[in-house]
């Protein structure tokens, strides 16, 4: 079922949990993060956004992630990922998405404040969620690289931005990187604590995968209440697919090839549903 509103953060963020925002780009992936949901009983939210829509085009991906979450017996929000552009945004928010992310990080503050305040009254208005962001997350979305570009969230400046936008999450820079990275990414943790403690709505981190489960705790301990991941699915999936391959190509078995990749993403999306509620881990008090 399609979940609507605040609640799924705000929740999490009491209890120190965080909410997975998994992205999707096809069909048998925004199947798996909802049978993953299913199986966990817990809430996620499915990303299927920006950067995708050049490969599937915007209404093809939008109704299909909105199909799989209205089907599923779990509670679902359907967000847009990172977008720049405000008629994205409104053309999501008019499909049905139940929150999206406006990402102006990459503009001067006067005007990132300008374009997150414009989307944030447009959302609000059609009960919709927004996401925004300040300081540059390094790295690619769609592609694994390395760590480029970037910059920290200044933590002072982040609250000057949570109150003139009136977001309700923020994404922060803390040294997180989209994607897998050659050396171990080590989060600035004493920074995403002063976030916290002036920043009064819950706290987003870009870049899950291949981060030390340590480092993503800590990260939960410190306001964060929603955690993107990606790669860490995009590997799975096409490790699974390769893994296949062999026994598939004879016989043009489709099918069988993206169930497997399927069957992977389900599995990798249940574990981090379950590390992110801390299955199994004590919150620190
Ligand atoms: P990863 O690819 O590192 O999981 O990052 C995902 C992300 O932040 C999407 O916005």
Request: glycine content about 10%; some cysteine; hydrophobic content about 45%.
């Amino acid at each position: 079922m399609l979940t609507r509103g605040t609640d799924v953060l705000t929740g999490a963020a009491a209890e120190r949990r965080a909410v997975p925002g998994f992205v999707a780009y096809n069909l048998e992936t925004a199947q798996a993060v909802a049978a993953a949901a299913e199986l966990a009983g817990a809430p996620v939210l499915l990303q299927a956004g920006s950067s995708a829509f050049r490969h599937t085009g915007r209404d093809a991906l939008v109704e299909l992630a909105l199909g799989v979450a209205r089907r599923s017996a779990a509670p679902i929000g359907v967000h847009l990922d990172h977008s720049r552009d405000p008629e994205e945004a409104a053309a999501c928010i008019a499909a049905g998405y139940t929150s999206v992310m406006i990402d102006g990080s990459h503009l001067p503050f006067t005007e990132n404040v300008e374009l997150t305040r414009a989307v944030v009254r447009r959302a609000h208005d059609a009960g919709v969620w927004v996401e925004g962001e300040l300081g540059a997350i390094a790295g690619d979305e769609d592609v694994s690289t390395d760590a480029s570009g970037g910059t920290m969230t200044d933590p002072g400046q982040a609250a000057e931005f949570v109150a003139a936008t009136g977001v309700d999450a923020l994404a922060v820079s803390v040294g997180n990187v989209h994607g897998f990275t050659s050396a171990p990414v080590r989060l600035d943790l004493d920074r995403l604590a002063d976030i916290h403690e002036l920043v009064p709505v819950p706290l987003v981190l870009h870049g899950a995968s291949g981060l030390p489960e340590e480092q993503l705790l800590g990260a939960l301990d410190r306001g964060v209440a929603k955690v993107n991941v990606n790669a860490e699915l995009r590997r799975a999936y096409l490790t699974a697919v390769a893994d296949r391959l062999p026994e598939a190509l004879p016989a043009s078995d489709t099918v069988a090839t993206w169930a497997a990749g399927r069957g992977a993403v389900r599995d990798t999306a249940l574990r981090i549903i379950r590390l992110l509620g801390r299955a199994g881990t004590e919150p620190a008090p």
